[in-house]
């Protein structure tokens, strides 16, 4: 009888462990933060994002003259029979391209130097450059390759495509689901940047990584989270081969009642 209550201790104990969790101390965000009070900083840690080569760059341009418009709107509005633009993936929105040497190629303006600007102020240089063409041009220029990659312990990895160039890391990982529980709270931010590659560790269980000079992402970053112990080793195996050393244990409870 004592071997039977040994046995059926074991099989308690085997299904605490599989389904133990997570210390709830490991799981919040910003530990640091007080949440009794409104706190306020400045943002001193935003840095805009500029043109490098390799960089995709569509262009929109409008103006008092309309039909001119077209001939720097690359790809853009290129139409179909009845006026109707085509959006086919045939006709994808590619932009223009910045070349090994920083450069863009633009019709009847040529080589325009775009690396180290942002986009307003390329945007700047080249309405003044399309006034001999356009009356009162406006050109607004957004990247076509502005993404940022997700992977790890999170709900939903992934590659995004980012629009609006002051995002942070938190809007990223939200993008990807947010963070598992089993998703370790100091993330690896790898980053290229002027021909170097840099890892970059960013504790999300600190305020502070609301002033890093990393919490704006930049074009082509790479967020990865790494699963905690717990998470790497019940990978589905664990769980099978705990699930059976239960059955076998109970068998031998049964075997021996009778």
Do not use: W
Not at 86 to 114: M, T
Not at 136 to 153: A, H, T
Not at 201 to 219: A, G, M
């Amino acid at each position: 009888m004592k071997l039977k209550h040994l046995l059926t201790y074991c099989t308690l104990v085997l299904i605490v462990i599989s389904f133990s969790c997570t210390p709830y101390k490991n799981i919040p965000y910003f530990q640091d933060l007080r949440r009794d009070t409104i706190t306020t900083e400045d943002i001193t840690n935003f840095t805009p994002v500029t043109i490098q080569p390799g960089d995709q760059l569509g262009l929109h341009v409008t103006s008092l003259n309309y039909e001119a418009n077209s001939i720097f709107n690359y790809n853009l509005e290129r139409q179909m029979g009845g006026g109707n633009l085509d959006r086919s993936e045939q006709n994808a929105v590619i932009g223009y391209f910045v070349d090994p040497e920083g450069n863009i190629k633009l019709p009847l303006i040529g080589l325009v130097k775009a690396q180290g600007l942002t986009t307003s102020q390329l945007a700047r240089i080249l309405e003044e450059k399309m006034l001999p063409y356009l009356s009162k041009p406006n050109v607004n220029i957004r990247y076509q390759n502005f993404k940022v990659s997700v992977l790890g312990d999170v709900r939903s990895p992934n590659t995004f495509t980012i629009m609006n160039e002051r995002t942070t890391i938190s809007e990223v990982l939200s993008l990807a689901g947010d963070l598992n529980i089993t998703g370790i709270r100091n993330v690896m931010l790898v980053r290229e940047l002027d021909g170097k590659r840099q890892y970059i560790p960013l504790d999300l269980t600190s305020k502070n990584i609301f002033s890093s000079p990393y919490y704006y992402v930049k074009k082509n970053d790479v967020i990865y989270v790494q699963p905690n112990e717990q998470r790497a080793a019940n990978d589905g195996s664990t769980f099978q081969r705990a699930s059976l050393v239960i059955s076998v244990l109970s068998i031998i409870a049964v075997l021996l009642t009778r």
